[in-house]
T-cell receptor
């Protein structure tokens, strides 16, 4: 059974204080690892897809990396507007829907 | 302006009542999904459909029903058998690639919050 574990559950940062969010996964053949951002009361917004170990993708202050067992979402010099819940999901081999972790709730304080 | 719409934004259910949540997409996507989100629980899959007139149960299908009569629409009915329906419901869709596989990325609607009176 595919599983995704995100840590920490919640993270509080000062503005400009860089940090990383972790997503550990176990799947039977990874076909993609996905990061989403979700604001309170809204649907998740797609950020990145990673397909193979060693792959990295960047968008503004966010950088996602992937190893064979986990992914990190690095946040460089965060701003208050980066506050949100960040969700990680995986798709295993075959035509299966995404399996989500429980998310990390990030708060960036000015 | 392409996207996924869900209605209503808020829905109130009385005990013993069935209610239906709407999900419409104009992205020409073949696959559609329903997830339930509870605080601290992440997203849990209720039902999904890969093609019109076909759908599969997800992890928590009990107390829910769906239909897929049109490619653009995938309504979810929360039946009276669902004893704890209060949650945030999210609809998503994804395209089908050549060869039949799903496009990997799922795109989400804005959600419907269901509350019990």
């Amino acid at each position: 059974e595919d599983q995704v574990t995100q840590s920490p559950e919640a993270l509080r940062l000062q503005e400009g204080e860089s940090s990383s969010l972790n997503c550990s996964y176990t799947v039977s053949g990874l076909r993609g690892l996905f990061w989403y951002r979700q604001d309170p009361g809204k649907g998740p917004e797609f950020l990145f897809t990673l397909y193979s170990a060693g792959e990295e993708k960047e968008k503004e202050r966010l950088k996602a990396t992937l190893t064979k067992k986990e992914s990190f979402l690095h946040i460089t010099a965060p701003k208050p507007e980066d506050s949100a819940t960040y969700l990680c999901a995986v798709r295993s081999s075959g035509n299966t829907p995404l399996v989500f972790g429980k998310g990390t709730r990030l708060s960036v304080i000015a | 302006d392409g996207g996924i719409t869900q209605s209503p934004k808020y829905l109130f259910r009385k005990e013993g009542q069935n209610v239906t949540l709407s999900c419409e997409q104009n992205l020409n996507h073949d696959a559609m999904y329903w997830y339930r989100q509870d605080p601290g629980q992440g997203l849990r899959l209720i039902y999904y459909s890969q093609i019109v007139n076909d759908f599969q149960k997800g992890d928590i299908a009990e107390g829910y029903s769906v239909s897929r009569e049109k490619k653009e629409s995938f309504p979810l009915t929360v039946t009276s058998a669902q004893k704890n329906p209060t949650a945030f419901y999210l609809c998503a869709s994804s395209a089908r690639l050549a060869g039949g596989a799903f496009q990997e990325t799922q795109y989400f609607g804005p959600g419907t919050r269901l509350l019990v009176l």
